[in-house]
């Protein structure tokens, strides 16, 4: 897909022609937009039925032929999409949309015995429908279990329009299934207190029960900034990853992901770990003649400013500075990613970078700087499996068996349904990301989804023989085993000669309809687990001694952190790089202070960090509502006044730290300048941080286990720190705490 395609061509906006006919029918009497809110009551009074009231469980047989899988499976099927349309349920991003022409109704949550025995569970409790599909009409996806291994949350759309030119307004919500044993009864509720406008998927249980999910909700929940459209083709994204407890109805968001955050899952040490499309570049929307325009900040009422200037990152093509031509930068990975349960500490996994994934991928910043590099030296670090340019790494799961071992798929971008080849990934919290190793694990042939390592040994994975993507293609559950050469290959089907149905429905003036197998998609293993500990960030030593030494209360500064949506973030030493990371630059020095180098070559000198915010500034007059993320300097309270540096900056202490208060809640990126403001390195990804965190940095980019000039990591006390502390005692934080909404994450986060 080129930046020349019509975003409103590909989001599934509907053509002005179609919304006029709607129109006109209206007026003549046609039905009227159904309500999401009727359909699913509708769906829920279906689900008191009876069991023997309801349809029958499935149209697959009974048994089938039993492999040594050693517990129960769940997981769901789905009607086979027409390719791999742009925006469909099996999409690399915008894979959220609940519009039946992207998410075909007629799939179910099933469960598989060892015996091969299968149960439809989500007919057993009364939703779901054959034939011409209406108000009891469903699409099921990404089911997670319990660590009890009694219950499993999902996530599911209700309803279909009933008639031809009828609109529905349903979104993906949460739900909760029990009775997964044999002989049980299978009963479903709606998870209380969850976000019920807006697209909820991808859930899974904290370990403390609460419910995380990425959703499409507006970060801070106000409505007019709906949808937020991502990064590439301003298409509408999940915001990012959320924690509900649905017994108190507390929600708050966990990372704000520009352009969305896909599969979240826990690992056995308590992280949450999930594929980010990393896509920090400039709006090529802003190139095209899609009518561009900024508002004055994310209010309501916030008027149009002229120009549509951008700053941050370096142009898409290219630009000139005062240290010579500028490469252009566009950036498109999907990228593994951690954090904790409670949304800190939100890093790459082990801090893994572009250039252990990807070797040859960014060009140096400074074209003419020959000291820099376009190309990876590959023997500073263990990987050897490229995640080459518009890729990535999808549906990562840990291997029980081996903490830290992740299998995921390597896929591109467009036309695979997020299918291709298993890779294995080491990612134990003990490993620096140059120790990182991503080996291929599938033989060739054929493409796989879902890989689901067992707590047997074995591997379960959605498999098709075919090369491509397509609705006719025969996506089943298969049970792996290895080739001579220890290669994952497909082996037994798991559902026999597989789940059959005929459905038939409206997309809206039009009448579709499928027989035939159901692809049969994420699943996931029934057995009890134990909750892992969740991670939390504590405070690191040399920072810490700078608190007791100033006579700092720790708790305190936390709380009147958390009173203003505020985070800290400190650098050691922004002179120091890591070794391997050469494509920006890497001879570093504060004037007057300390000075980092690696190699003969240009010194550039950096005097500022400046910090900018992800605000969702940027708007279109040519295609459907929403804004875009736009990176602008930050606006934070309790930092000292500095007008030397540029707008959102703070000074570089000449033992090469800083130190500063930074909006919480909402996607952050910086970069350090020369005195005159002029950018000399760019961080290029978005990082949230929680309220009141504090957070740090060794370095510019964090070294692993050397930097540019071969020594460790800094474990100096930050200059800037001590001297922003004295600055925060003096003045009491220079003002009084900040609204914020009642368990719903900031009001006001960060300016």
Avoid at 301 to 327: I, K, L, Q
Wanted: hydrophobic share 35%; proline share 7%.
């Amino acid at each position: 897909m080129t930046a020349s395609s019509p975003p409103f061509l590909r989001n599934g906006f509907r053509p002005l022609a179609t919304l006029v006919a709607a129109l006109i029918l209206s007026a003549c009497g046609a039905q009227l937009p159904l309500s999401g809110a009727d359909l699913e009551q509708a769906a829920d009074a279906a689900a008191t039925a009876t069991p023997s009231a309801a349809a029958p469980r499935t149209t697959a047989a009974a048994a089938t032929k039993a492999v040594t899988v050693q517990n129960p499976i769940l997981f769901v099927t789905q009607i086979p999409t027409e390719g791999d349309p742009f925006g469909s349920r099996v999409s690399s991003f915008a894979n959220h949309f609940p519009d039946i022409g992207d998410v075909p109704r007629g799939g179910d949550l099933m469960i598989r015995y060892p015996d091969g025995t299968l149960r439809n569970l989500t007919r057993e409790a009364g939703y779901g429908m054959d034939g011409l599909q209406g108000d009891r009409a469903i699409a099921v996806r990404e089911p997670t279990v319990h660590w009890s291994g009694t219950r499993a949350v999902f996530s599911m759309v209700v309803g279909a329009p009933p008639r031809q030119h009828a609109s529905i307004n349903v979104k993906w919500q949460l739900y909760e299934v029990t009775g997964l044993a044999r002989g049980q009864t299978a009963r479903i509720t709606k998870v209380a207190n969850q976000p019920t406008g807006y697209n909820n998927v991808s859930p899974l249980y904290a370990s403390d029960d609460r419910i995380l999910f990425t959703s499409d909700r507006p970060r801070n929940g106000q409505a007019h900034l709906y949808p937020q459209l991502d990064e590439y083709e301003s298409t509408p994204t999940i915001t990012g990853i959320f924690s509900l407890d649905p017994a108190t109805g507390a929600l708050r968001i966990l990372n704000h992901a520009p352009s969305g955050a896909f599969s979240p899952t826990i690992d056995s040490y308590g992280r949450v770990v999930f594929t980010r499309w990393d896509h920090l570049q400039r709006d090529q929307q802003n190139l095209s003649n899609f009518g561009p325009v900024n508002y004055a900040s994310e209010a309501s009422n916030a008027a149009r400013v002229s120009g549509t200037t951008e700053t941050f990152p370096e142009s898409r093509t290219g630009m000139s500075s005062p240290y010579g031509e500028v490469n252009g930068f566009t950036y498109n990975l999907f990228t593994p990613w951690q954090m904790n349960q409670d949304g800190t500490d939100e890093l790459s996994l082990n801090h893994i970078g572009r250039h252990e994934l990807s070797f040859n991928y960014v060009p140096r910043s400074f074209r003419g700087d020959a000291s820099l590099a376009d190309t990876i030296n590959t023997s500073l670090f263990a990987n050897r499996t490229e995640i080459d340019i518009d890729s990535g790494l999808f549906h990562l799961r840990e291997d029980p068996r081996s903490p830290g071992t992740f299998y995921a798929i390597h896929a591109n971008e467009f036309a695979e349904g997020t299918s291709g080849r298993i890779v294995k990934v080491t990612g134990a919290p003990n490993l620096t990301a140059d120790q990182m190793l991503i080996t291929v694990a599938s033989a060739s042939g054929g493409r796989y989804r879902n890989p689901l390592p067992l707590a047997s040994g074995q591997m379960v994975a959605s498999y098709t023989p075919s090369s491509t993507f397509q609705r006719g293609i025969d996506l089943r559950l298969r049970q792996l085993g290895t080739d001579a050469s220890g290669r994952l290959v497909a082996g037994d089907l798991l559902t026999g000669s597989g789940i059959s149905k005929s459905v038939s429905w409206w997309t809206p003036g039009t009448q579709q309809s499928y027989s035939g197998l159901l692809w049969e998609l994420e699943a996931v293993e029934v057995v009890a687990r134990n909750a892992p500990p969740a991670p939390t960030l504590a405070i690191t030593a040399p920072e810490r001694s700078v608190l007791t030494e100033e006579a700092v209360s720790e708790a305190s500064l936390r709380e009147w952190m958390k009173a203003r949506d505020l985070a800290l973030i400190v650098v050691r030493n922004q002179t120091s790089r890591d070794r391997a990371d050469r494509q920006q630059p890497f001879n570093l020095r504060v004037p007057g202070g300390v000075r980092t180098t690696g190699s003969s070559g240009r010194v550039y000198d950096i005097a500022h960090f400046q910090i900018l915010q992800g605000n969702q500034v940027r708007a279109y007059t040519d295609f459907k509502a929403g804004r875009r993320v736009i990176a602008q300097p930050m606006s934070a309270t309790g930092n000292p006044a500095y007008t030397a540096g540029p707008a959102g900056s703070v000074a570089i202490a000449s033992d090469g730290s800083s130190a500063a208060f930074v909006p919480a809640s909402r996607a952050l990126t910086w970069q350090t300048t020369d005195a005159a403001g002029e950018p000399i390195v760019r961080e290029r990804v978005w990082v949230t941080m929680q309220p009141g965190e504090i957070r740090t940095c060794t370095g510019c980019h964090g070294e692993n286990v050397r930097n540019q000039a071969g020594t460790a990591a800094s474990q100096a006390k930050p200059e800037a720190l001590r001297q922003l502390l004295r600055h925060w005692k003096q003045t009491q934080g220079g003002g009084g705490s900040r609204r914020r909404s009642n368990g719903s994450g900031p009001l006001l986060p960060g300016g």
